[in-house]
């Protein structure tokens, strides 16, 4: 790690406080854990070393070595430590899995069994599944995301995303827990909350393809939210008839917020009748 930041970094100062950053150590529960390895669970800057880590361990290396040794296209795209890494031909995924862990022993790192495998997917995906006798293509996890082989209108090839089931079950469970803590201080304490977390799901996941999802996430979150404001105390105070005629005012606009599939660059010259 060390050896890693002192590529960019040249100031001894910083070097040290980061030296002492690793060998801060945890502390849960009264109990101190030395750091005998690696960056400190929960440390300040755990995430930001974890990923220069990271930089120079894959990304470098799958850019400057493996991929040269490809026969097609391949690419990656990481975020922390999650990643998906594309290629255009099947011999190249295969090497790769076994290549990337080698790459990771040798520093220290190992790939996570349950996370990790190989799938068919692109434009030509569905095609082959069905010579295989498989009915559909695979889907995966990523950010939050489940990515599927979709078609667009004209029955191309589109990548499909939805909201990850377990993400969303999980997040209507802290909801419902949050909503239920926040009785004692009143019904706009409440909205208020419930407002504020669908804002800021809508601000994600309100992507291309998905925003069907997300109107049935934030209907979930209003039946939630009138299920705990009756039981603030034993007489039901609010209807569901009655609280539909508010929520046009209160529920935040549920439109596509991030739009993953732009027009083709000639659609958007200038003086294309297109446009």
């Given at each position: 790690m060390m050896r890693f930041l002192a590529h960019r970094i040249k100031d001894p100062v910083l070097l040290r406080i980061i030296r002492r950053f690793l060998k801060a150590g945890v502390l849960e529960s009264g109990v101190f854990t030395a750091s005998e390895a690696g960056t400190p669970q929960g440390g300040l800057v755990s995430p930001v070393l974890a990923n220069i880590y990271l930089h120079y361990v894959l990304d470098l290396w799958f850019e400057k070595?493996?991929?040269?040794?490809?026969?097609?296209?391949?690419?990656?795209?990481?975020?922390?430590?999650?990643?998906?890494?594309?290629?255009?031909?099947?011999?190249?995924?295969?090497?790769?899995?076994?290549?990337?862990?080698?790459?990771?022993?040798?520093?220290?790192?190992?790939?996570e069994p349950s996370k990790t495998c190989l799938l068919r997917f692109g434009n030509r995906a569905a095609t082959d599944?069905?010579?295989?006798?498989?009915?559909?293509?695979?889907?995966?996890?990523?950010?939050?995301?489940?990515?599927?082989?979709?078609?667009?209108?004209?029955?191309?090839?589109?990548?499909?995303?939805k909201s990850q089931r377990e993400r969303i079950v999980k997040k209507l469970k802290e909801v419902g827990d949050r909503l239920s803590a926040l009785r004692i201080e009143g019904g706009q304490a409440m909205m208020d909350y419930a407002r504020r977390h669908l804002q800021g799901h809508v601000g994600y996941y309100a992507v291309s393809g998905n925003?069907?999802?997300?109107?049935?996430?934030?209907?979930?979150?209003?039946?939630?939210?009138?299920?705990?404001?009756?039981?603030?105390?034993?007489?039901?105070?609010?209807?569901?008839d009655r609280f539909s005629e508010v929520l046009s005012g209160w529920m935040p606009s549920l439109r596509i917020q991030h739009n993953l599939y732009p027009k083709p660059l000639w659609m958007t010259q200038t003086g294309s009748r297109m446009v």
């Open positions: 070595r493996y991929v040269r040794t490809c026969k097609g296209g391949a690419y990656m795209v990481r975020y922390a430590d999650d990643y998906v890494a594309c290629f255009t031909s099947e011999a190249d995924a295969r090497r790769f899995m076994d290549a990337m862990a080698e790459r990771l022993a040798e520093f220290g790192l190992e790939v599944c069905r010579k295989d006798g498989v009915k559909r293509p695979p889907t995966f996890n990523f950010l939050g995301f489940t990515h599927y082989v979709g078609k667009s209108r004209k029955g191309r090839f589109v990548l499909g995303r925003i069907r999802q997300v109107r049935t996430y934030a209907y979930r979150i209003s039946r939630l939210l009138v299920k705990w404001l009756n039981r603030r105390s034993q007489r039901r105070s609010v209807s569901w």
